[in-house]
T-cell receptor, first 114, second 115 residues
Framework: AQKITQTQPGMFVQEKEAVTLDCTYDTSDQSYGLFWYKQPSSGEMIFLIYQGSYDEQNATEGRYSLNFQKARKSANLVISASQLGDSAMYFCAMREPLGRGNTFGTGTKLQVIP | DAGVIQSPRHEVTEMGQEVTLRCKPISGHDYLFWYRQTMMRGLELLIYFNNNVPIDDSGMPEDRFSAKMPNASFSTLKIQPSEPRDSAVYFC?????????????FGSGTQLSVL
């Protein structure tokens, strides 16, 4: 069975600073995909970034980058130049095989301080 | 595209009442998922459909929960009778197998409160 672990229940970061949110995963599959989703206080789930297990380069999407370390089974999210609007819950997830959706971690609540 | 549409946005009901949550997936998506989110258990997959057919309902907590997908553009999640412990946010999500990264597109969720 696949498992996602997020060990940081909450994080604080100063505005304009960078922050890293941790995620480790466990799977026996050779081919897999990792996602990060953002959930602001309004409640919707927003896709941020994706990393495939065979991708040779770390994924980047604007201010978001994914620090993928396959041997360590980690897929940390890095947010550069934090903004007040980045305050939200962040979920790491893994794609289940055969189209079964995603397995989610417990989330990290990020608060950006002015 | 309008995205995944869920209704109602909020539902407050009394214990014992029937509750029906509705979802319209993104056109062309062949997978539909119902998730439940609570503080205690996080995001749990309840059931998912492929081409309108239920594939795995092992996450449905009890027989009080049922889900249908009569066509490609509509799904319902029904709780009958509802109990206070069913209070949660229920998300519907859809995806397209074979699409780039097969990410999930979520609806806005239904905040259910059972009194």
């Amino acid at each position: 069975a696949q498992k996602i672990t997020q060990t940081q229940p909450g994080m604080f970061v100063q505005e304009k600073e960078a922050v890293t949110l941790d995620c480790t995963y466990d799977t026996s599959d050779q081919s897999y995909g990792l996602f990060w989703y953002k959930q602001p206080s309004s409640g919707e789930m927003i896709f941020l970034i994706y990393q495939g297990s065979y991708d040779e380069q770390n994924a980047t999407e604007g201010r978001y980058s994914l620090n993928f370390q396959k041997a360590r089974k980690s897929a940390n999210l890095v947010i550069s130049a934090s903004q007040l609007g980045d305050s939200a819950m962040y979920f790491c997830a893994m794609r289940e095989p055969l189209g079964r959706g995603n397995t989610f971690g417990t989330g990290t609540k990020l608060q950006v301080i002015p | 595209d309008a995205g995944v549409i869920q209704s109602p946005r909020h539902e407050v009901t009394e214990m014992g009442q029937e509750v029906t949550l509705r979802c319209k997936p993104i056109s062309g998506h062949d997978y539909l998922f119902w998730y439940r989110q609570t503080m205690m258990r996080g995001l749990e997959l309840l059931i998912y459909f492929n081409n309108n057919v239920p594939i795995d309902d092992s996450g449905m907590p009890e027989d009080r929960f049922s889900a249908k997908m009569p066509n490609a553009s509509f799904s319902t999640l029904k709780i009958q009778p509802s109990e206070p412990r069913d209070s949660a946010v229920y998300f519907c999500a859809s995806s397209q197998r074979g699409a780039t990264n097969e990410k999930l597109f979520f609806g806005s969720g239904t905040q259910l409160s059972v009194l």
